[in-house]
């Protein structure tokens, strides 16, 4: 099975190891991976501010870039889910709907993609530690993968899997909103921060690099030993 990575912004620029451990997941049950290099954006920034225009054109860059992939996959929910939604972006456009529909349709979270099309519920793996995970709301709410992450988890020899409370909150990172409304992310983030503890977690765990960041960082400043470690860290890891 031939499947072509997507990167992400997030990942590219913040996380690179994160793509790795993706890669490395792929390669252990069978799939061969390349790397489009003329891949870029999403486009979901630009979308989410109201630039229509602008969006569309990182848009279209992404329906060649993956044109000839059999299956793309990327260690977001929230970026997957933006591609997911290109179908209707380019409803009533005749050149591109087509490849639209195309790349939506072959597109997968990397949780996704494992438990759903290669139907892998338990990746071997072993982690000691207290672990609660943080559902993105992109990931469950545009893109719809809410078990597969836990159902993964779940199966990891070691690990003490602690929900979560009020998990469907949002982190407060929300893209350009963290900017825009700088004063509300905060409080929500603090929330959030309030909510890990009270799991008494070692680990926070997520789909998402910028959820993981945002309330990293808000942990870190209101001095939380809580480590945050994209799921795929875990999934990949072996004693």
Known sequence: MKVSLFITCM?????????KHTVELLERFGCEVDFPSQQTCCGQPAFNSGYLTESKVAM???????????????????????????PKIFAHDPEWRE??????????????????VLGVKDVGSTFEG??????????????GVKNEPITLLKHIKGIELKELPIKE??????????????????????EKSEHVSETEAEYLV?????????IG??????????????????????E
């Open 11 to 19: 990942c590219d620029i913040f996380s690179p190891h994160v793509g």
């Open 130 to 143: 207290k672990v609660t995970y943080h559902p993105s709301c992109h990931m469950t709410r545009i893109l």
């Open 206 to 214: 997520g789909g998402d690099m910028a959820c993981l960041m945002n």
């Open 99 to 116: 490849e639209a529909e195309k790349l939506a349709s072959k597109s997968y979270e990397i949780t996704q993609f494992l438990v759903n």
């Open 60 to 86: 279209k860059q992404m329906m060649r870039a993956f044109k000839d992939a059999e299956y793309v996959v990327g260690p977001s929910g929230s970026c997957v889910g933006m591609i997911r939604e290109y």
């Open 169 to 190: 909150d949002c982190c407060g990172f929300g893209g350009t909103f963290a900017v825009k409304n700088s004063v509300i992310s905060s409080e929500m983030a603090s």
């Open 217 to 238: 960082g808000r942990m870190q400043r209101e001095g939380k030993k809580v480590k945050t470690l994209h799921i795929t860290e875990i999934l990949n890891h072996r």
